[in-house]
Structure formats: C-alpha cells, structure tokens
C-alpha cells in the first residue's frame, strides 16, 4: 500500500564536502543513505530518516544536516499534522501505534515552574571547594528511634538493611533485550565507579554481569523473566515493578525478533519469542498480596535485600505508595508521565499517569501525614534532566532520583523515539550484533560517570549556595523552592509558596 | 495568646531569623551565685543585639520548691489571667503563686503582666500520663488555646526571665541580680523580621530544657516537617523553638542520652563516621541515617542546659562564635571572649571548640578542659 505520510526530516548533503566515503550508508540503520556505484554519488531515501543525527555526527566531512521537513497542512489546531498522521499509520497498518522513549507533549513540566533559594547575609554560603559537602544517601527503612544501651553505650536496636549512594541518582531499570549488553555493561561499571546503582530492568542478569551485583537492583516483572534464587540474591536491591512511568497499567513488550541466544538464555524463554509481560502481576490483585510478594522476596534473600517496589505515578499514587510501604516496600519507586520506555503503545505513553513532580509531592506529605515516611526511601523516576531537577526533587521529598533517558542521552541517545524498532543506529535500544557493537563498554562507562561527577559537583554547588553542607538537610526542605507561573492549587500540592512571598 | 503566628511573624515569612549573643556560665561544684556578673557580662555584648530581645534562664533557683513544677506565665490581659489560672487550678495542685518582681525602667516599655506559679500535677486529672508529658500538654493548651497567655518557663528548681529590650535591661527589670543559682545562660536578640514580641525572646523552654541559640538554621524546613510528624506543632516558626522541640523529641521521648543530642544536630561528616571504631560506626551511622532530618544545617550556637548541665554546641562547620574558659570549677561559654574576661579576667583556660564538638560542664562529671598546650595551638592556628 502506498503510503500517505510523508517524511519527517529532509537530510542535506553538501556536494562540495561529500567524499563519497559511504560512512552515513554504513552508520544509518535506517536505510536511508545508499551508494551509487555507478554515478560515485551517496542518495538518500528521506521517508526513512527518524532524526538521529548518526550520520551527522560520523560524516568525516560535514557535510550532512539534517532538518524537520516543514511540510505545511492547512493550519487547524484539532487536525495538527501528527493528529493526522496517526491515521495514516494506523490506516495503513491496522495495528495499535507503537513508540519509544517517554511522552513527548507539552504538558507542563513543573521542574521548569519552580526556583531554588540561596543564602545572602543572615547565614553564609558553604564553599564546596574549601569545605566539606556531603552527597552521600543511604537507601532503606529507617527505624522509628534508635535505642541506646545505657549501660555499653552502644546500639541495641540493629539497623535494617542499608544501601549507600554516593549520589543520589541511580540509573532506572532498562532491560537486557530493550537495551543491548554492552548498555548494561556501561551502566553496571558506571554505578560500580560512581558508588551507585543500576537496575537489570524486568530481563534478568546476563551471567557476565553478576561480578557488579554490589551495585546491583534486581528487578521483578509480571513476566518473571530470568528470575531465580541466584538472581535475586545477586544484587542489592529487589525490585517489584507493577508499573512504569511510560505505559502504567501495561505490561512489557519485547518483539521475538530482539530475543537472540543471548537473551533467550538470561530471560529464561526459547530464541525469537515474543517475551510480553502481563498487565498485572498475576499474584498481585490487590495490597495484600503485595505484601505477599515482598515477604516472600525477603525470605528468599534472607532479610539481607532491600525490597523495591515500583509503579507509575497515576491519579492515586499517595493512598497506593502508603499501602505500598505498609506492605513492607523498603523503596518506593514512582516512575512518572515522563518516564520512557523501550516499546509501549502511543496512546498509553501520551495520555496515562501524571507529573513526577506532583505524584512526588504528594506521596512525601501523605507518608509524613501517616508518620511512615521513615520507613520506606522514596525513589523517583521520569524525565529528569539535570542537577536542578534532582536538587528541586530532593527539596520536594525524593532521598534519590532514577535516570534512564539521561543515561542513554549521555551514551549517544538523541530521543528520536525508534526505541521499538530495534533498529538504533546508536547501539542503544537494539539487540542487532552489528548494532549493539556500537556501544564500547569502557567508553560508554566513562561517559556516564563524567555525568554523574558532574552533576555532583553541581548539586553540592547549589547545597553550598543554600547553606548546606549534607543533602540530608535539603531532603524534604521544600522551604527552600518557590514557585512561579503555578496556581494557588498547584503550590498547595507542591506543598510551596509562590516567588516573592 | 491566640494566634502566636501573627505576634511573633507578621509578615508570614518562612521563619523568623535572628543573630545574637549568647552566654552561659556554670558552677560545676552546684554552688549559687547571683546574677550580677551575667548580666554585666551579656551587656558587654550589646552591639550582638538589637534591644529586640533579651532573655535568662537560672537553674538551682528555687531550692525551696524544688520538687514542683515552676511556671512563669506572661499576660497580655486580665482576662487571659484568669481564664489561665481557673485552667492550672483544675489540672494542677497550686502550691503557691506570686507576681515577679521587676523593677520599672524607662527602656521597657509596655511589659506583659509576669506570673509565677508552683505547681504539682493532679494525678487525677492527669489519669495514665507521666507527669512530664502531662505538663508539657498543658503548656501547649495555655500558648495555643488560652487568649493573651504564654507560659515561657515550666521546669522544676530553674526559671526563665526574657522579654523585649537589651538583655542588661531585662536583667534589671527582673531583679536577677536578687536570684542565685548554680548554672545561668544568658542571650541578647537581633531578629532581623520580627518585631519584638516578649514570647519570642530567647531561652526557649519545654519541662527544664532551655536552649539559646545564635543561628540561621538552613535545615529549618525539614526539621521541621519531621517534628510535625511526631505532634510539635511550631507556633512561633523560630529555629529555636524547633531546636527545643527536637531535644525534647530525643530525651525525653526516644530516651537518647543527652551526649547524643551533638551526634544529631551536628552529626559528624560520614568520611569522619567511616575513621571510628566499628561500634562506634555502627552507633553514629545508625543515629544519622534515623535522624539526619535533624541535622541542624546552617550556621548556629547553641547553650542547651537542663538540671545539673550545660553543653555549647556549634555547627559542623563552625560558622557562628563560640569561645568557652574555665576558672576553677566555673565553665564559661561566650560568643565573644571579651565578655568572659569582663567579668574574670584571669582564666585558666580558653579556647574555641572544634565545630560540632560539644562543650559540656555537669554537677556529675569533674570539669576537664583541654590541656593547656592544646588549647594555645588550636587558639593561635584559629586565629
């Protein structure tokens, strides 16, 4: 059939600089660049072209742009042009639309609607450069008190398990089939070298990945792949996802086609089959069987792991993360409508769940209503940008963030949103050998700890700035935000005031 | 009094931020002393304040009535007198009850009405509750719930005297010279969004703990927040209200020795946890990942004192003055050393404590001051 959707981007190529040296035909997974022997000319079919940047990035000549095709509709607000094209797809395709990535409307993001505090004259400003500033967080329920033998002056009440962060931002689970091993591998050294965590995402761990079990979140899916005793003692951390910030309410999707030797043997299932997670938890229809779940995990780890459990923030996400934690949850993981996924269908992915930044706040005070915030870490997820964001994030009541696309961002990802092809041209989101070789380990590890020691360097900037010398005092500080171009309803669930005030 | 938000913070700002002098001096063997020398001394540091605020606070004062309970209630009506002391007489045995002296001065103006009150606790009324617990409800009901009453001093043996102007006036005002006791702390206020309000000046007292303090805590919001969990409810949105709260959260509520009070509000750096002995880790590793929404983050000094003793505390950093001195069995703790040397020039030790190291004299332990090899070096390398 025909199709009637026409392309996205125009790619532009210089004659004077193309060398002919076919570099953007082997880079683009895409097929869109191709050699003509005949003519010496590189061509390019521009339908094919998702925006990249590979090839742009690799021509050794520059001679490649690429740019939106601003093909004009006649303008109508309802029948915008991807309103449009969305037809087109599905009239074509019969199917459900699927995508990559996290939802990518304008709907409001709340981190760019509040401001940080600074200290000016009636306290001083800290100097990390001179003076001590401590990043460190540790993860895990807190005891209601800590009791004290008069007599030996010691600890009589022994703390539960603990995890240590050296920074509060831990990378969010991303699956071995989703992502490629050398991903994984990249995260896993990262979170080693930076005193972090990374999680394996709902695909199991690959036998290579076990030596960073310390630094290691285990997850647990409704589909169970690749979950067994050895596994679940291999990390730190278990976690249960009931949901994700992307599709909450769906389970995952992994086409046969990414389900190589490989996969196949650390997920558990045959070569080439479809592993598509259920909705639900089958063993989970309601709080208390959560609460089942989690005993049973700590049983199977000897009371040594941190349960996580993990949903996506919807329109009740404060009752559920109380029930959660009375479930005995150590983490409560909340991945907001930002979130991102490896697949999930569009409709899902654009329209379900809700901000991060207000499920966050939400959640921080009615835990504290409850006097339960003690006793679980509170663990937040979905479209975190920068240093700002962690640092507003942690000022509303986060003890850690979860990146997942900033990670990926920092290995090459430019958010084209071809997650569910499988066909990153970046290595990433692919499990295509020739693919996935792009993604060197060694490099891909580096670059992702320069990113953390960079934001680190910046949040003890802004600590500093503020006064503070141990993110523990910013933690749930939210005197030290305000916010602007928000509603009076707005701060009140932000638990903030307006700029000025 | 009815709305102590209004009173003390009129224009609603986060909190109420204040610089200060503070000074504590104690007799380590319990004898009494006037308060002459405090307030000579605390004078010397008027330049700290603002004549906003001043305030003292005497242990081993009432020697006569020690095993009750000694209120020191300010009105700001007739009415709200009777209404508070139709309240203490049904919740309490009243054993006795007097104006406090004060002496008229031209620098304090519009001073509340000041009541004493000897109480002891109507087990009756009081049904399962410790005594305690008991009055520190009560103290909460009269400041929230009783119009133009504030109860500013509820502990047994000491008393708080405080209110608007120099704290050399105050003193003079309240006739401390007249007063004896073993250990005064002693503050003068600078609040820099606050009009005077006699409530509002420092010591802060819950049972028989005062805290004075000079600081901006950066902490406030969440150490706050945690507070309201376990039912503090702040009225005045001071750093310092929040800080006797957390006190009396971990004394008297979670049990903690009173030495771990330092190992929270400055818990040390966790580089410097990780360098302890492994009991020790586990001991201060466990108390700041349970309390570290009460590390108290910012610049402060505090004198907290209860019976039988006095600990100076700075921040980690040490980002406000703090110099302590002994003579004989006398521990003397100052924002400024000149104000020491004031009233005894001669001193057998002065130093400035490390930040976030306690400084501590008790009637129980002997006092032991740095040696004093140690004291010169960390005094030179400081200054």
Redesign the interface.
């Known amino acids: 059939m025909k199709t009637f959707i026409p392309s996205k981007f125009i790619v532009e190529r210089d004659p004077a600089r193309c060398i002919q040296c076919q570099v953007c035909v082997n880079q683009c997974s895409f097929a869109v660049n191709s050699y003509d022997a005949a003519d010496n000319e590189v061509m390019a079919d521009e339908n094919n072209c998702v925006g990249c940047h590979r090839c742009v990035v690799f021509c050794p000549t520059n001679a490649l742009n690429i740019r939106k095709n601003t093909l004009d509709y006649r303008e109508n607000y309802n029948w915008r042009p991807e309103a449009i094209e969305d037809i087109l797809k599905q009239a074509e395709t019969g199917g459900m639309l699927l995508t990559g990535m996290g939802n990518d409307k304008g709907y409001k993001v709340y981190w760019d609607h509040i401001l940080l505090n600074a200290s000016q004259v009636t306290n001083p400003s800290i100097d990390p450069l001179r003076e001590p500033m401590e990043l460190v967080t540790y993860l895990g329920r807190k005891p209601d008190r800590v009791e004290i033998d008069p007599v030996t002056h010691t600890l009589k009440n022994a703390m539960p398990p603990q995890v240590k962060l050296n920074v509060p931002v831990m990378f969010s689970a991303m699956s071995y089939g989703a992502v490629s091993l050398n991903v994984q591998h990249s995260l896993a050294r990262a979170a080693t070298e930076a005193g972090t965590f990374w999680n394996t995402g709902e695909g199991g761990l690959h036998a290579s990945l076990y030596p960073y079990g310390d630094h290691t979140i285990v997850q647990v899916a409704s589909g169970r792949f690749g979950v067994h005793s050895k596994y679940l003692n291999a990390g730190q951390v278990v976690e249960i996802k009931i949901g994700q910030g992307a599709k909450p309410g769906i389970g995952g999707h992994l086409p046969g086609e990414k389900v190589t030797a490989e996969v196949s043997r650390t997920r558990m299932i045959p070569i080439g089959s479809d592993a598509l997670s259920p909705a639900p938890q089958h063993d989970i229809y309601s709080i208390e069987d959560l609460a089942q779940l989690v005993y049973a995990l700590k049983e199977a780890t000897g009371y040594r792991k941190l349960i996580s459990v993990k949903i996506a923030a919807v329109h009740n996400v404060a009752a559920i993360a109380s029930g959660m934690v009375r479930a005995g949850a150590d983490i409560i993981a909340i991945d907001g409508l930002r979130g991102s996924t490896g697949a999930a269908p569009k409709v899902i992915r654009d329209n379900v769940g809700i901000p991060i930044e207000m499920a966050l706040a939400a959640v921080d005070a009615r835990l504290r209503q409850e006097n339960i915030r003690n006793q679980a870490s509170l663990v937040i997820a979905g479209g975190i940008r920068n240093s700002g964001d962690i640092a507003k994030a942690i000022a509303l009541g986060a003890d850690a963030v979860y990146i997942g696309t900033a990670a990926l961002i920092a290995l090459g990802c430019t958010a084209c949103q071809q997650c569910h092809t499988g066909k990153c041209a970046w290595g990433i989101c692919t499990s295509d050998l020739a693919l996935t070789k792009r993604i060197n380990p060694e490099i891909g590890s580096r670059r992702l700890v320069n990113l953390l020691r960079g934001w680190a360097i910046e949040l003890k900037d802004i600590l500093g700035g503020m006064g503070i010398n141990a993110l523990e005092s910013l933690r749930g500080n939210r005197l030290h935000l305000r916010g602007i171009g928000l509603s009076d309803n707005e701060l009140k669930i932000l638990g903030i005031r307006p700029v000025g005030d | 009094m009815q709305d102590l938000r209004k009173i003390q913070n009129p224009y609603?700002s986060?909190?109420v931020?204040d610089?200060c002098s503070i000074f504590g001096m104690m007799d380590t063997s319990g004898q009494r002393f006037s308060g002459a020398a405090i307030i000579k001394a605390i004078g010397n540091m008027r330049v700290r304040g603002n004549g906003l605020g001043g305030g003292f606070a005497v242990y081993g004062l009432y020697p006569d009535y020690a095993e009750y309970y000694a209120m020191h209630v300010m009105y700001l009506s007739r009415e709200g007198k009777t209404e508070t002391e139709a309240f203490l007489k049904e919740k309490f045995h009243l054993v006795d009850a007097d104006e406090i002296k004060t002496r008229p001065l031209a620098a304090i103006k519009d001073p509340p009405l000041v009541w004493r009150y000897f109480l002891k606790v109507n087990r009756y009324q009081a049904g399962i509750q410790a005594d305690d617990d008991f009055v520190v409800d009560r103290v909460m009901d009269i400041n929230i719930k009783i119009r133009d009453s504030f109860v500013f001093s509820s502990g047994k043996d000491m008393g708080v005297f405080k209110g608007v102007g120099y704290p050399e006036e105050i003193g003079q005002y309240f006739r401390l010279e007249e007063y004896e006791g073993y250990l005064w702390t002693s503050h003068g206020r600078y609040p820099?969004n606050s009009r005077g309000w006699w409530g509002g000046a420092h010591p802060f007292n819950i049972l028989d703990w005062t805290v004075v303090h000079n600081?901006?805590i950066?902490?406030?919001?969440?150490n706050r927040?945690?507070l309201?969990?376990?039912g503090y409810i702040c009225t005045m949105e001071t750093d310092t209200e929040v800080i006797a709260y957390a006190i009396d959260l971990l004394v008297r509520?979670?049990?903690?020795?009173v030495d771990?009070i330092s190992q929270v509000f400055a818990?040390p750096?966790?580089?410097d946890i990780d360098r302890k002995p492994p009991?020790e880790q586990?001991?201060l590793?466990?108390?700041?990942?349970?309390?570290?929404?009460l590390?108290l983050?910012?610049?402060f000094t505090l004198i907290i004192a209860h019976a039988g003793e006095m600990i100076g505390l700075t921040d980690?950093?040490r980002?406000r003055p703090l110099t302590a001195a002994t003579k004989g069995k006398v521990l003397f703790l100052s924002s400024e050393e000149a104000a020491i040397r004031t009233i005894s020039p001669q001193l057998e030790s002065v130093w400035i404590p490390v930040g976030g190291e306690p400084i501590a004299g008790s009637l129980k332990i002997p006092l032991n001051p740095p040696s004093p090899v140690s004291v010169v070096a960390a005094y030179k390398m400081d200054r």
């Open positions: 609603n986060d909190k931020i610089a820099t600081g901006e950066s902490s406030y919001g969440i927040r945690y309201e969990q376990y509520k979670h049990g903690l020795p771990t818990a750096f966790w580089d009991v586990e001991l590793r466990a108390l700041r990942q349970t309390y570290g929404s590390l983050n910012g610049p980690r950093i980002l």
